[in-house]
């Protein structure tokens, strides 16, 4: 039992008049035994909770940033009519702060024996599953003296995938891959791997492409186009390491790299090619393999990092690159979304390298801090002029780490968080474009 704001104003206005006129027991009897008999009667006449049936529907899942609606339907089975509220309880990153009691607060009154639908409203703030609570439901009763409480649960997840905000630069980079691909009217002449045709040769054709057989059949001499390999195996790499959990201004380390991940996998399953995925820190925290229709690997990747966490965790990088080896075949691209710490590079990856380089095409992938650039540009008050000492040592332990990496054949991608998914892209690109894919 649950008494209103109402039975407190009566009891008070009641008692009022009580202890100026007539303070004494039996005046108080005289006015809260009237209030306590109209209580048992609202309460007794409020309808059941336990009796109400409930189901959901809706959406059961939503990009991060975007709204997922969820109904609620309840039943009153009673024969009494339902005046309630009711609360649709879910984790608190289910909604902005400051704006989960509007969005799971529900009034609803339902007839005896008919059902309404109500609509709970989530704008999730995190990546994950989101997983419904308890409803709690107040019934009060005709005079709105007292309620009866009691809490139903009625499973239903929502998995809150990631915004790939990056989608944006996707035309585009399927615009310069058509044009790699011989597609479009415009031929890159004299590139890629694979052998697509013969046509007549022009001024400024690569006289290395002239097909001299066709040429001596025909009266024209005959050139070959050629366009990239196609159906070659990329493994996408994500650390989820200690490293992984930094931020860079609003935006977590992992996020950023996920994000990039998905561009480079609709661009490069739209471009024929495999695409594998291998989340790792001491331990395979995800994996995809074996999906080969473009959109049903989109969508498993995107399905697959909605509940991908970093670890605080030392990355293993030799358990890394042992699984990594093991995952993709002799000729593939393995990129490797890490960061560019001088120890974990120096210390775990660097002594490996050769072991992947031998027999792959390795591109690593890092996310920048651009306060960094800034810090070093510091100058005027003594704060500012450690912190461009700080910055710009930072700099230089990012470039020796890069310009190590590259030594051992390893193209490096350093981006900021905005920048990283296109950038990624574009070096994919321009590997095809050299013939290195």
């Not at 007292?146 to 399927?174: D, E, I, N």
């Not at 004299?190 to 690569?206: K, Q």
């Not at 959109?295 to 498993?300: F, N, Y």
């Given at each position: 039992m649950a008494l209103t704001g109402r039975t407190a104003l009566l009891a008070a206005l009641g008692s009022l008049p009580v202890g100026i006129l007539a303070p004494s027991w039996t005046g108080l009897l005289a006015v809260n035994a009237p209030l306590s008999l109209a209580i048992l009667c609202d309460y007794a006449l409020a309808a059941p909770v336990r009796t109400l049936r409930f189901t959901r529907s809706g959406d059961t899942s939503v990009r991060l940033g975007d709204v997922a609606e969820v109904q609620l339907t309840v039943t009153n089975s009673s024969r009494r009519r339902l005046r309630a509220q009711l609360r649709d309880a879910w984790p608190p990153s289910s909604w902005p702060a400051g704006t989960e009691q509007a969005s799971s607060r529900h009034t609803v009154t339902i007839p005896p024996g008919e059902q309404r639908r109500l609509a709970t409203v989530l704008r999730p703030t995190r990546r994950g599953d989101r997983q419904a609570?308890?409803?709690?439901?107040?019934?009060?009763?005709?005079?709105?003296?007292?309620?009866?409480?009691?809490?139903?649960?009625?499973?239903?997840?929502?998995?809150?995938?990631?915004?790939?905000?990056?989608?944006?630069?996707?035309?585009?980079?399927?615009?310069?891959?058509?044009?790699?691909?011989?597609?479009?009217?415009?031929?890159?002449?004299?590139?890629?791997?694979?052998?697509?045709?013969?046509?007549?040769?022009?001024?400024?054709?690569?006289?290395?492409?002239?097909?001299?057989?066709?040429?001596?059949?025909?009266?024209?001499?005959?050139?070959?186009?050629?366009?990239?390999?196609?159906?070659?195996?990329?493994?996408?790499?994500?650390?989820?390491?200690?490293?992984?959990?930094?931020?860079?201004?609003?935006?977590?380390?992992?996020?950023?790299?996920m994000d990039a991940t998905l561009l480079l996998t609709a661009l490069a399953t739209r471009a024929g090619d495999r695409v594998d995925l291998l989340a790792y820190d001491r331990r395979i925290r995800a994996r995809v393999q074996g999906?080969?229709?473009?959109?049903?690997?989109?969508?498993?990747?995107?399905?697959?990092?909605?509940?991908?966490?970093?670890?605080?965790?030392?990355?293993?990088?030799?358990?890394?690159?042992?699984?990594?080896?093991?995952?993709?075949p002799r000729g593939s691209l393995i990129v490797l979304l890490t960061s560019l710490e001088a120890a974990p590079i120096e210390e775990g990856l660097l002594p490996l390298l050769p072991q992947l380089t031998q027999r792959h095409t390795v591109l690593l992938a890092a996310v920048s801090d651009p306060r960094i650039e800034e810090m070093a540009k510091g100058r005027g008050t003594v704060d500012a002029v450690y912190g461009a000492a700080a910055g710009t040592q930072a700099q230089t332990e990012r470039r020796s780490t890069a310009e190590k990496l590259h030594r051992h054949g390893v193209v490096v991608v350093d981006a900021t968080p905005d920048n990283l998914a296109p950038a990624l892209a574009d070096a994919y690109l321009a590997l095809k474009s050299a013939g290195r894919l």
């Open positions: 609570e308890r409803i709690t439901v107040r019934s009060y009763g005709p005079l709105g003296l007292t309620a009866r409480q009691g809490y139903h649960r009625v499973p239903w997840t929502v998995r809150v995938l990631p915004p790939f905000t990056s989608r944006k630069h996707l035309p585009s980079r399927l615009a310069r891959l058509r044009e790699l691909d011989g597609r479009t009217s415009v031929l890159t002449r004299g590139e890629g791997t694979e052998f697509d045709s013969l046509r007549a040769y022009v001024p400024g054709d690569d006289t290395r492409s002239i097909d001299w057989r066709a040429t001596a059949r025909q009266s024209a001499v005959a050139v070959r186009t050629w366009r990239p390999e196609r159906d070659r195996h990329i493994l996408i790499v994500l650390d989820t390491g200690r490293t992984s959990a930094g931020r860079v201004g609003d935006v977590p380390r992992l996020d950023a790299a999906r080969t229709t473009t959109g049903d690997v989109l969508a498993t990747v995107v399905n697959t990092l909605a509940s991908l966490e970093p670890e605080l965790v030392e990355t293993d990088a030799r358990g890394l690159s042992t699984t990594a080896l093991s995952d993709a």
